[in-house]
């Protein structure tokens, strides 16, 4: 178990890096801008899904042996990416429209349904961004002490503080966010230019990931 000096210290550069601009904290701000807090902070929860996957892949080895394979990488990528792109062609095809009336996207992405389908949007997003997981492969094992007992415990601890820290800042980023956007959509005008900035931002994540090495 590492120590709370480490487990404090840990958390603090996890917000940090949570605060940092990245695709996660930027796609949560916009899906939160477009569709409410609710919907944002459901997209986190998918995120932090995620994060237990790519923690549990480290504590168990499985992230050194994806990072050794460049194919596996490059596949993981260009599906984060196309999913990115597919993001962008909907929020540019968005029709605007002002919240309360029927069909309008607030509105169902409040829904059961629709709020589970952003919280798998999360966690896809997290999922298909291999530099998430070798990220967490190089950081985590940072702050772990064989000296301390089990390794792969002190790794999944540790991510369970690093999940903390991102459900924090990224709750924050989406409650912010949403009641911006809340004022914004009352304006089917500002719907539609929020959609298309969403759509350019979502493309060029895609464009990014696309590119990225490792």
């Not at 930027?26 to 929860?45: K, N, P």
Request: net charge positive.
């Amino acid at each position: 178990m590492p120590s709370i000096e480490t487990l404090i210290a840990f958390f603090g550069v996890a917000v940090l890096l949570g605060l940092t601009p990245g695709p996660d904290n930027v796609f949560v701000l916009l899906q939160s801008a477009q569709r409410g807090w609710r919907a944002g902070m459901c997209v986190v929860l998918g995120l932090c899904m995620g994060l237990v996957v790519h923690t549990a892949a480290v504590a168990l080895g499985l992230a050194a042996v994806f990072a050794a394979s460049s194919m596996a990488f490059t596949v993981l990528k260009m599906l984060g990416a196309a999913y990115l792109a597919w993001l962008a062609w909907q929020a540019l095809r968005a029709p605007a429209a002002v919240p309360g009336g029927a069909g309008s996207e607030p509105e169902a992405a409040g829904r059961a349904g629709g709020l589970a389908r952003m919280v798998g949007r999360g966690m896809v997003m997290n999922l298909t961004n291999p530099k998430v997981l070798i990220f967490f492969l190089a950081f985590l094992p940072q702050f772990a002490d064989p000296a301390r007992g089990s390794v792969a415990v002190q790794l999944m601890v540790l991510g369970v503080v690093f999940m903390l820290a991102t459900l924090i800042v990224f709750g924050a980023i989406a409650c912010f966010s949403g009641v911006f956007g809340a004022v914004l959509l009352r304006s089917a005008r500002a719907q539609t230019v929020l959609n298309r900035v969403a759509g350019l931002v979502f493309l060029g994540l895609a464009v990014r990931l696309a590119t990225a090495q490792r």
